[in-house]
């Protein structure tokens, strides 16, 4: 499986962008990239994915470099409630015919938005 | 929000006794998987389905069993409760692999004591 690396933590002030980025050096050519959040004991909230364009939606910017080695999510206007861990994950492309897409959480980043 | 109920949200039970706990969805996906979460661990895979009858161990399968006898339902049965598995297990469904997002459910909370 690729394994992906993010940094521990990061700060961000309430109305700026955050910026969390993530290495994925050993992706796959067929290996999406995507980014949950997980706010408190919630579940983790589906928040972008892409191959290797960037992609935007209501939530975020999804930004994957040309080699696909690494990638940097864009919350273009932080709140207080987007305090939460980000997890950056690879997922798992099809095996021996049986697609599983199964998603393999690390660590994450824990973003904290301050005031 | 995607249809995902997951049943009980918080249980306790003692140690040797069997648990069930059930994921049922409303949005006929073919995927479903179980997680684990604990501190210092994340979210770890359980066990997952690719279909009616179709499950699969993921890498924490020791200890649980799951079963899926229709679409919209995936049952993880702890066969004999452990305090190990004292845990908040979440739910997840999704309607493909790559290309298309997984939705969580709100987790279950079990204490095992």
């Known amino acids: 499986d690729a394994k992906t690396t993010q940094p521990t933590s990061m700060d961000c002030a309430e109305g700026r962008a955050a910026n969390l980025p993530c290495n994925h050096s050993?992706?796959?050519?067929?290996?999406?990239v995507y980014w949950y959040r997980q706010i408190h004991s919630q579940g983790p909230q589906y928040i972008i994915h892409?191959?290797?364009n960037n992609e935007t939606n209501e939530m975020a910017s999804l930004i994957i470099t040309e080699d696909r080695k690494s990638s940097t999510l864009i919350l273009p206007h932080a709140t207080l409630r987007d305090t939460a861990v980000y997890y950056c994950?690879?997922?798992?492309?099809?095996?021996?015919?049986?697609?599983?897409?199964?998603?393999?959480f690390g660590q994450g980043t824990i973003l904290t938005v301050h005031p | 929000d995607a249809g995902i109920t997951q049943s009980p949200r918080h249980k306790v039970t003692e140690t040797g006794t069997p648990v069930t706990l059930r994921c049922h969805q409303t949005?006929?996906?073919?995927?479903m998987y179980w997680y684990r979460q604990d501190p210092g661990h994340g979210l770890r895979l359980i066990h997952y389905?690719?279909?009616?009858?179709?499950?699969d161990k993921g890498e924490v399968s020791d200890g649980y069993s799951v079963s899926r006898s229709k679409t919209e339902d995936f049952l993880l049965t702890l066969e004999s409760a452990t305090s190990s598995q004292t845990s908040v297990y979440f739910c997840?469904?999704?309607?493909?692999?790559?290309?298309?997002?997984?939705?969580f459910g709100q987790g279950t909370r079990l204490t095992v004591v």
């Open positions: 997840a469904i999704s309607a493909g692999t790559q290309n298309t997002e997984a939705f």
């Open positions: 050993t992706i796959s050519g067929n290996e999406y």
């Open positions: 892409g191959l290797k």
């Open positions: 994950i690879v997922r798992q492309t099809n095996a021996g015919g049986t697609s599983y897409g199964k998603l393999t």
């Open positions: 949005e006929n996906h073919r995927y």
């Open positions: 389905s690719y279909g009616v009858k179709d499950t």
